[in-house]
């Protein structure tokens, strides 16, 4: 699919869907993904499964995809084997198997990718992403992000989404390993009410991006929805840039079990609020599917 516009382009004339959950996608098409690399494991075993993924939620309404790289590390596949090379391939792969759906998916309206970079808890899959604070320095996260990022950047995504980000140290980490890699950015925060998962007030830690020249929306992602609203005003007051948001169904994660509990309280009428508050990339993450987001889809139309 030509990109006849940049992201940035797009966001400033108005309101671009974003795709759900990858896990979830995967599961219901009866892939296992009790694995510590999750959804990535799928990029060396089966990426005709990450591409068919990505298409459904194109072919849903989605804008813009989000690659199955949010938990592709170097350590991380190193822990299972993998070499620096190997695991360089695969997550450009992640990058490609997201524009081979575009393609695939032959509709008139423009599609981008973005490329995942999750938070370090991400690779140690113990749930301490929904936590942060690893005990490690700035210049240690930052040296930790930068190689796969530069890897991302060079595969040729639209943006990169640094997603997931519990801890305003990590993502001052994050906005220092983007610089001068020429590829616009994402940062998405994991919230609880009004801060971090960290802890830290959410009108500091979105203050970080204000600055910053890489990054062209600023939010919140796999946070309950009834946090949106709250979180995508700060975001749009405190940093003037567009807002970006895709929380998760609602339910919680038990890192303990690897699953979900409770129930959804994701529903397609809290769409327009989001809008109104002033988020311009509106989507799903953990288990929002197709059907979720061709609600949004739906809901964003209409509005």
């Known amino acids: 699919m030509t990109r006849t516009i940049t992201l940035a382009e797009a966001l400033a004339a108005g309101t671009v869907v974003l795709d759900g959950g990858m896990s979830n996608q995967l599961e219901s098409a009866g892939h296992d993904l009790s694995d510590e690399l ?11 499964a990450v591409t068919e993924a990505h298409l459904a939620y194109f072919r849903a309404g989605a804008d813009v995809a989000i ?23 695969l997550m450009a792969l992640s990058v490609e198997s997201a524009r081979e759906a575009a393609r695939r998916a032959g509709v008139p309206r423009p599609l981008w990718v973005a490329a995942s970079a999750g938070p370090y808890g991400a ?13 490690l320095s700035v210049d240690e996260l930052e040296r930790f992000h930068r190689p796969r990022l530069e890897v991302l950047a060079a595969a040729g995504p639209d943006v990169l989404a640094l997603e997931t980000v519990p801890d305003a140290d990590e993502a001052a980490a994050l906005l220092r390993a983007v610089r001068g890699l020429g590829v616009p950015a994402w940062l998405t ?40 609203d709250g979180a995508a005003a700060t975001a749009a007051r405190v940093t003037g ?13 038990d890192a303990g079990a690897r699953a979900w509990t ?33 609600g949004i889809a739906g809901a964003l139309e209409a509005a």
């Open 189 to 228: 925060y994991s919230v609880a009410g009004d801060r971090t998962r960290a802890g830290q007030p959410l009108e500091e830690a979105f203050a970080l991006a204000a600055e910053a020249d890489e990054v062209i929306a600023v939010g919140v992602n796999c946070c309950a929805p009834q946090d949106v």
């Open 241 to 253: 840039k567009p807002v970006v948001v895709y929380p998760n169904s609602g339910e919680t994660w």
């Open 67 to 89: 690659t199955a790289s949010y938990q592709a590390t170097f350590e991380g596949f190193a822990q299972r084997g993998i070499g620096r090379e190997r695991a360089a391939e």
């Open 262 to 294: 409770g129930r959804s309280t994701f529903t397609v009428g809290q769409v327009k609020g989001w809008q109104q508050a002033g988020a311009r990339l509106i989507g799903g993450c953990c288990r929002v599917g197709p059907d979720g987001v061709a």
């Open 123 to 135: 690779m140690l899959a113990d749930g301490s992403e929904y936590r942060g604070r690893y005990g």
């Open 38 to 48: 999750w959804s990535a494991r799928l990029l060396a075993e089966q990426p005709e």
